[in-house]
């Protein structure tokens, strides 16, 4: 799964953008 813009490892181990997240 690609995801545009910057990616960052969660303390859960996943993947996911600042968009995805706030």
Sequence with gaps: ???SG????????HDLTPDDCH
Excluded: N, S
């Design 1 to 3: 799964q690609l995801i």
């Design 6 to 13: 910057p990616v960052y490892e969660e303390e859960g181990g």
